[in-house]
């Protein structure tokens, strides 16, 4: 099976999801202000500067779970909201997964995606419909895996995934907030689009473009 | 004791949270962790932090983390998978809401709860605020920042001076504990809305007789609050009708009854002000440390001072003790105090933060138009100036003008106590303190009377009014008549005349009249100490306090430099025996490069010898010093705190290890301190391995009546009179019979009524303060061994303190 991600495809897929969320911070954030406290785009942009600021750094690891799990404990030390354990859990889950390796193939990846997304849910003890990133995470990495299981070339699969991951996103608009911040407004949740959700859209569409040769922007 | 981690968004929050919640246990700390914010102002949490600080407080007893909302939970929960899991499984994590939890919490901690228990305290920490919300029976949810629906009242101001600071005081008192918003404001001045909880606040309102006020309140207590203030106005403010805070001339004051005598001696002159502390105005404050540690340091001293007032307050007539509520009041001022916290915040140093807003309080007073009002402001200055000595740094008390005076001061810290110059200094009168402070036992260690405890009033006396006091009695006489000073004159002359008896025969040995040879040593550990102890007569130096050489320092001496200590010691001695002991020191006083964790009870903690033989390299270099000192100069060494046989064993190995090196001095006389009643008990089992026992009866004494001498609550308590404590001097005495002599190097051997009492119960050597040396040869010659003993027996069979002093023997020995 060929390799999919190596260490430099691992690093430009967190270097354009910082830069995602740097472009869409405000975004992010006004949305966060209808249903949270307005802190989830300029936390999370904060929290990924400074991942790129320890990628780079000379000291810096430079195989997959190893840069895996710095990125993550950079998330949990910078980004001060949920956020940042619950990505952060998110990539330290994924790092245990991959292990200390120089490239992930397909299943090796959608294997750590599965990790991160049980550490995810255990960490916010959310499920499906509850108006967090969990509804754009579990479609994601269900097609993910669905789509490799049929033998879909992993250009498709991670398309497909990044696809449903903005569905599930769109999806979170009519929910009913019951978990963090946002489950204080009740009722008043309901009309708006997860801010967790739409920023962990933006890491899987980040993946196809940067893991898919030739794939850039959408 | 079990930690407690606080984890919170915002820094600041949880510095004051932690900050009220320390207000709860003062003097017993608990160890807590902040884990908040991703700096000082950026709100958030980090796992990594959090894990960090569980680290920080975690001991056997384990931690409970308490944490606000949201990532707090997620990052807290995260943390317990960064840290080892013998850490985690007794590490808490806690529900309970996070103020209320942590006060809780902390409380719960300092009084020795298990992790469950104190957990279970803090989920508990809402039922008060529930039922008192509840009790009103109207549970409404208090809006934020919205306009308040005010209920209003009116109220006339009738006392005589207005709304001075005692009736302030006493409207903030009626409002404390309710659940409502108060503000007032006067109407007759139309001046603005101030918070009714603030005393300096009401006072700025210029509230003078037939004004006008007018209160508003909100929130669910409002109609009892203004019920409160209306039926408060009815009563006058309490003010009584004649009632008038203004003194008399202090002159003519009657001196106040509680005054206490703190050092024996008479003294008659005119009155010197002790060189006053800092003021407001002008003060040097160390640079601040971090907010934090400053915020400690404001609540310290803020505690400080309202135990003085309370203090003061509790000595003086019903009537008046309101005046001192207003100080109190003040000190609880929550506009003084959020202006001096933000102060902190911003980075000042507490004492700079305190006086700045003390400052401008008072001048807000003193720039009123009315005269009574105005002069308020001066109790604005003393309470903030009060604080502030307690914020900085104790500064000796420069005595800089000639001739001889009586000192008068509020208090005297030891370090002041201890640069008084005996010479210049007649009598030392504090309006504040205790007999039984380091500072009274360094002052009656100097042979300065003291009275101390007598009065704000003494402060206000003219510089240079004359004062006769009698310090054994406590009288204290104000301007007294020619009789007066004739008759304290005459006590004074039969009192020198026995003091210079005393010093003529300072230098011949101390026998009783039935010739039996009792050595009288002194307590030294300087050499100046020693040069005065050598000319006041001593026959030894019974007690070297060799921590002197340890403390205030980077690193420990090493050997040499000990060595040339100890010898400079024995040289200004004149090559007399010196007794040193081994370093003294636990976990009350610990040394910077000795640290030392954090104990819930040092007293009860790795101190003396129990700490040397944990540190069996910093005691080893001390026995090689003394050795090698004892091989040039006569020498004992004695072990403190030993109350079992196997530490004596295990430290008499270590001298030998070092004897095999450094060769046995001949006259090397090895000893224990007998501070335990453990050690007093199992004295004959020590016997076959000491030359002589050491009682330090002030030790003895806490340890057996249970009593701190520095808690003034249980100081009385701590009686070496009380029959327990002789049953143990009798008892280290029958132990050591035919084997080892007993010294006694506590104060108690200094007390002239004890030494009669100390001989009969078969002790054969006192070691006093230098200059009690010359007096108490004389009780031993006036004693005699056959008498003494009677008295013993008899003391034995006493049940309580008082009965033994009320003994014909040991009254006696009191009159000269």
Redesign the interface.
């Known amino acids: 099976m060929s390799e999919i991600v190596d260490v430099s495809t691992l690093k430009s897929w967190l270097i354009r999801f910082a830069g995602d969320v740097e472009e869409h911070a405000a975004e992010l954030t006004e949305l966060d202000s209808a249903i949270g406290?307005a802190?989830h785009g300029s936390?999370l942009a904060r929290g990924m500067k400074a991942v790129i600021t320890a990628l780079v750094d000379d000291e810096a690891p430079d195989s997959i779970g190893p840069i895996l799990k710095q990125s993550g404990?950079t998330l949990?030390?910078?980004?001060?909201?949920?956020?940042?354990?619950?990505y952060?859990?998110l990539f330290l889950r994924m790092a245990a997964s991959a292990g200390d390796c120089d490239a992930l193939g397909p299943q090796s990846l959608a294997q750590a995606f599965r990790a991160g997304l049980d550490g995810v849910a255990a960490?916010?003890k959310a499920t499906a419909g509850e108006k967090t990133l969990l509804d754009a995470l579990i479609p994601a990495v269900d097609t993910l895996e669905s789509a490799l299981a049929e033998g879909t070339p992993f250009d498709d699969a991670i398309r497909a995934a990044a696809d449903a991951a903005e569905a599930g996103r769109d999806a979170t608009i009519p929910m009913l907030a019951t978990k963090?911040?946002a489950s204080y407004l009740g009722e008043r949740s309901v009309g708006h689009q997860d801010p967790g959700a739409t920023s962990l859209a933006l890491l899987f569409r980040a993946a196809a473009n940067t893991m898919i040769d030739g794939e850039d922007g959408k | 004791m079990v930690g407690i981690v606080v984890v919170s968004h915002s820094r600041a929050l949880a510095r004051a949270a932690v900050a009220l919640a320390e207000e709860m246990t003062p003097g017993r700390p608990v160890p807590i962790a902040v884990a908040a914010g991703l700096d000082e102002e950026t709100l958030g949490t980090d796992a990594a932090a959090i894990a960090q600080a569980i680290g920080a407080v975690d001991g056997e007893d384990g931690s409970v983390v308490l944490m606000d909302l949201g990532s707090a939970v997620l990052s807290a929960e995260m943390a317990l998978e960064f840290i080892e899991d013998d850490v985690r499984r007794r590490t808490l994590l806690c529900s309970a809401p996070l103020v209320e939890g942590l006060v809780a919490a902390v409380v719960a901690a300092a009084g020795g709860a298990g992790r469950a228990e104190v957990a279970e305290e803090a989920r508990n920490g809402l039922l008060g605020k529930q039922s008192q919300l509840a009790d009103g029976g109207e549970v409404v949810e208090v809006e934020q920042q919205q306009p308040q629906p005010w209920a209003t009242a009116r109220l006339t101001i009738t006392p005589p001076h207005g709304l001075h600071a005692r009736p302030a005081a006493k409207l903030v008192a009626e409002l404390r504990g309710l659940n409502a918003v108060v503000e007032i404001r006067n109407v007759t001045k139309e001046s603005a809305w101030v918070s009714a909880a603030s005393l300096s606040r009401i006072a700025t309102l210029g509230l003078r007789t037939g004004h006008e006020a007018e209160a508003r309140a909100s929130g669910p207590a409002a109609e009892e609050a203004l019920q409160r203030l209306t039926s408060l106005a009815a009563r006058n403010f309490d003010e009584s009708a004649g009632a008038s805070a203004t003194t008399g001339s202090p002159a003519q004051q009657p001196f106040p009854t509680a005054a206490l005598p703190a050092s024996p001696g008479i003294a008659i002159g005119p009155i010197r002000h002790a060189v006053s502390g800092p003021t407001l105005e002008n003060f040097e404050a160390e640079p601040a440390t971090s907010p934090v540690d400053e915020k400690q340091r404001l609540e310290s001293a803020l505690a400080t001072t309202r135990q003085h007032i309370h203090e003061l307050r509790a000595t003086v007539a019903q009537g008046e003790s309101a005046i001192f509520d207003a100080h109190l009041a003040l000190l609880e001022d929550p506009a003084l105090l959020n202006q001096t916290q933000a102060a902190i915040l911003a980075g000042q140093p507490a004492a700079r933060a305190w006086a700045a807003a003390t400052l401008e309080a008072a001048r807000q007073f003193e720039s009123l138009d009315d005269e009574y009002l105005a002069a308020r402001g001066a109790d604005v200055r003393a309470v903030g100036e009060q604080v502030l000595a307690a914020l900085l740094p104790q500064i000796p008390i420069a005595e800089t003008r000639s001739g001889e005076a009586i000192l008068v001061a509020r208090d005297l810290a030891p370090a002041q106590a201890a640069t008084l110059d005996p010479d210049t200094t007649l009598a030392v009168i504090t309006a504040y303190g205790s007999p039984t402070s380091h500072a009274a036992i360094l002052t009656r260690a100097r042979g300065i009377p003291a009275i101390v405890a007598a009065g704000t009033d003494v402060l206000n006396w003219p510089e240079g009014t004359v004062v006769a006091l009698d310090a054994t009695t406590g009288e204290l006489i104000v301007s007294p008549s020619p009789e007066t000073i004739a008759a304290f004159t005459g006590r004074a002359e039969t009192a020198r005349a026995a003091a210079e008896a005393a010093q003529a025969d300072a230098h011949q040995p101390a026998i009783t009249r039935d010739g039996f040879r009792i050595l009288v040593g002194a307590n030294a550990s300087t050499p100046a100490e020693a040069t005065a102890a050598r000319a006041l007569g001593a026959d030894l130096i019974g007690l070297v306090r060799t921590e002197f050489l340890f403390l205030g320092r980077e690193s420990a001496p090493d050997v040499d430099e000990q060595e040339s200590a100890y010898l400079d010691l024995a040289d200004a001695f004149g090559g007399e025996r010196i007794t040193l002991r081994t370093l003294d020191v636990g976990g009350d006083k610990p040394l910077g490069y000795l640290p030392m964790p954090l104990e819930a009870n040092p007293f009860l903690g790795v101190r003396g010898l129990r700490l040397g033989l944990l540190r069996t390299e910093l005691l080893t270099d001390q026995l090689r010093a003394i050795v090698r000192t004892a091989h040039q100069t006569p020498v004992s060494v004695m072990f403190p705190m030993v109350s079992t046989l196997d530490e004596l064993l295990a430290a008499r190995s270590l001298l030998d290890q070092v004897l095999a090196t450094e060769g046995t001095p001949p006259g090397l006389l090895v000893g224990i301190m007998v501070e335990v009643p453990a050690a007093a008990l199992k004295a004959a089992s020590f016997a076959p391995h000491v030359d002589f026992f050491s009682i330090g009866t002030n030790d003895l004494t806490q340890y057996t009546l249970a009593a701190e001498r520095g808690n003034e609550a249980v100081a009385a308590l701590g009686d070496p009179f009380d029959p327990a404590v002789l049953h143990l001097i009798r008892a280290t005495c029958n132990g050591a019979a035919g084997q080892a002599e007993v010294a006694v190097c506590g104060e108690f051997a200094a007390d002239p009524r004890a030494v009669s009492l100390l001989l009969g119960l078969g002790v054969t050597e006192l070691s006093v303060t230098s200059r009690r040396v010359p007096e108490t040869k004389q009780r031993v010659r006036s004693a005699s061994l056959a008498q003494s003993r009677t008295t013993a027996e008899q003391a034995l069979l006493r049940a309580t303190s008082e009965e033994v002093r009320g003994l014909p023997g040991v009254t006696a020995s009191h009159d000269r």
């Open positions: 406290d802190d936390n404990m949990v030390s910078t980004v001060g909201g949920a956020s940042g354990p619950l952060g859990t960490r916010g963090g911040r």
